[in-house]
């Protein structure tokens, strides 16, 4: 139990074009889902947290109009890169958490993105 | 504000050795705290969590950690280390049962033969 999936795996796309990532939960509702970013063998960081049907709250130096991130329904959660540029290049994670009280976050397994 | 510090990049350990793998916490509150284990090009696997109950925790494949308020760490530890341990590890921790994880820098486990 406890899948998260994220489509897809990897991209490539031009600069100045946009991509979408998905996120969804696959057998649970995730309340919550937050993205991360981890550039090549640094660590995670937190771009943003987003609860269902509300708007996503961003890291501070996160440009929210950049990486535009939609949570519409309890299992699926986007985010778009817009007008990507190479710095985007990097590997994106989401993870999704089920319950407030108990506290633990169920991690995709990541997408590749590569800006050329 | 929650801060995680990992100390050494890199810890290289033979095959049946103690693995240790080090972690520091900073934070005003009572944490949550995580340790994940990353392989190449993959997404992140929880080993064992923190949450305020025992403060020894057991997790897979292993691997346990104990809780340490005095000296606000969060050691991770296996008494045999197998080849197919080697891997990123990373520790983590939350303020809240709400928030986005802090990450530590990260700590790559090498394991000799």
């Known amino acids: 139990g406890a899948v998260v999936s994220q489509h897809p795996s990897r991209v490539i796309c031009k600069s100045g074009t946009s991509v979408k990532i998905e996120c969804r939960s696959l057998?649970?509702?995730?309340?919550?889902m937050f993205w991360y970013r981890q550039f090549p063998k640094q660590s995670l960081m937190l771009m943003a947290t987003?609860?269902?049907?509300?708007?996503?709250?961003?890291e501070q130096g996160v440009e929210k109009d950049k990486f535009l991130i939609n949570h519409a329904s309890l299992t699926l959660s986007t985010l778009t890169v817009t007008s990507a540029h190479p710095e985007d290049s990097s590997f994106y994670i989401c993870?999704?958490?089920?319950?407030?009280?108990?506290?633990?976050?169920?991690f995709g397994p990541g997408t590749r993105l590569t800006v050329t | 504000a929650q801060s995680v510090t990992q100390l050494g990049s890199h810890v290289s350990v033979s095959e049946g050795a103690l693995v240790l793998l080090r972690c520091n916490y900073s934070?005003?509150?009572?944490?949550?705290l995580f340790w994940y284990v990353q392989y190449p090009n993959q997404g992140l696997q929880l080993l064992l969590k923190y949450t305020s109950a025992a403060t020894l925790v057991k997790g897979i494949n292993g691997f346990e950690a104990e809780f340490k308020k005095s000296e606000t760490s969060f050691h991770l530890t296996k008494p045999s280390a197998h080849m197919s341990d080697a891997a990123e590890y990373f520790c983590a921790g939350a303020g809240g049962g709400a928030d986005g994880l802090t990450f530590g820098k990260g700590t790559h486990l090498i394991i000799q033969p």
């Open positions: 987003s609860n269902e049907g509300s708007k996503a709250t961003y």
């Open positions: 934070s005003s509150v009572p944490p949550y």
């Open positions: 057998d649970f509702q995730a309340t919550t």
């Open positions: 993870s999704a958490s089920a319950d407030r009280g108990f506290y633990e976050q169920y």
